[in-house]
């Protein structure tokens, strides 16, 4: 019987500006005081086997993130689930979990998409403006921006990255709405280039990262459970 649980975990406000690094030392401090059995590498130096899916921005949340852990002894993925929680700080909790297979490929092997949920306070726009540049962009092939990258500046045709654009709506104080993007290395779109793309200055909405998939022709597969790309 496989010994790997792959589980989803939400990232909320207390926690938002913690980095991916951080992440990583906190949920392995998790374990160890949980005192849960992880099984851990081999050589000179051994660490937990413990893996994610791709670093979340810092100031964004999530509702949809994804680890896979390998334990040394068989474990409950439902004991997992209660017992870990109880030492996670606030701000981060397991939702689910299931055992999975030896060789399940890696999560960053397998991910290629990801939905976000933005919420746009009015002051910074309307509804309409929002609308409009939604349809503007279905009818044109490209749009360049320039992307920062440790070894300077590059221009990038960023329009295939943005996948689809859910229902605009609109509260009593924000614009919100869903998208679904590119993720990973191949076609990935951050976030300052979402706010290009649809007219919006990233900072000023809350962001939060609401799925992460797996495009297989149409269809957007999740790591775990069943909710693809709504």
Not at 137 to 157: I, M, N, P, W
Not at 202 to 211: D, K, N, P, V
Request: net charge positive; proline share 5%.
């Amino acid at each position: 019987m496989s010994n790997v649980i792959r589980f989803q975990f939400c990232k909320g406000a207390e926690v938002q500006f913690l980095s991916h690094l951080d992440l990583v030392r906190t949920m392995e401090r998790a374990i160890r005081r949980a005192g849960l059995p992880i099984a851990y590498s081999e050589g000179f130096t051994p660490r937990p086997i413990m893996s994610y899916g791709y670093a979340l921005p810092v100031g964004i949340l999530s509702g949809a993130e994804y680890g896979d852990f390998t334990f040394a002894a068989d474990l409950d993925p439902g004991e997992f689930v209660t017992r870990y929680n109880e030492h996670l700080p606030k701000g981060l909790a397991v939702l689910r979990a299931e055992r999975r297979p030896e060789k399940t490929p890696t999560l960053m092997g397998e991910i290629n998409a990801a939905s976000w949920g933005v919420s746009l306070p009015k002051v910074s726009g309307s509804v309409e403006q929002v609308r409009a540049r939604w349809q503007w962009l279905q009818g044109v092939d490209s749009f360049v921006v320039k992307r920062k990258t440790k070894k300077g500046s590059r221009e990038l045709d960023v329009r295939p990255f943005l996948f689809a654009v859910s229902e605009i709506a609109s509260t009593s104080t924000d614009i919100v709405f869903e998208c679904l993007c590119g993720l990973g290395n191949e076609a990935n779109l951050r976030m300052e280039e979402l706010g290009e793309l649809l007219g919006f200055d990233h900072l000023e909405a809350t962001i939060t990262r609401t799925g992460q998939f797996k495009k297989v022709g149409n269809r957007y597969i999740p790591p775990l459970g069943n909710r693809g790309w709504k």
